[in-house]
């Protein structure tokens, strides 16, 4: 059984960093895409970021590209998202969601994602 544990939110003033942590089990780890999304009140799920952890090849939206690094610890079946210089436009629930992903293909935005974990609360206070 697919499952995905998001922990790592919390509350951070504007300009401060958190880092999530989504720990993945029930697959290999090697041969999926892992995915961060994240959802604020009143507003549509976002893409935020997603990872290869076959080749390592990453996407990041627009509105975290340099703020924001995702990285893949294949040995310990986890993907973290590092979230600097916040900002309280960032203040969602994030996500993680894993999908079957061909090793030595270049991850891309906007694919769909079979298997979601629970949400973790970021809030990002001005």
């Known amino acids: 059984e697919v499952q995905l544990q998001a922990s790592g939110g919390g509350l951070v003033q504007a300009g401060g960093s958190l880092r999530l942590s989504c720990a993945a089990s029930g697959f290999t780890f090697g041969d999926y895409a892992i995915g961060w999304f994240r959802q604020a009140p009143g507003k549509e799920r976002e893409e935020v970021s997603c990872i290869s952890s076959g080749d390592g090849s990453t996407y990041y939206s627009d509105s975290v590209k340099g703020r924001f690094t995702i990285s893949s610890d294949n040995a310990k079946n986890t993907v973290y998202l590092q979230m600097n210089s916040l900002k309280p436009e960032d203040t969602a629930v994030y996500y993680c969601?894993?999908?079957?992903?061909?090793?030595?293909?270049?991850?891309?935005?906007?694919?769909?994602?079979?298997?979601w974990g629970q949400g973790t609360l970021v809030t990002v206070s001005s």
């Open positions: 969601a894993a999908t079957f992903w061909p090793r030595g293909a270049t991850i891309l935005g906007g694919i769909e994602y079979d298997y």
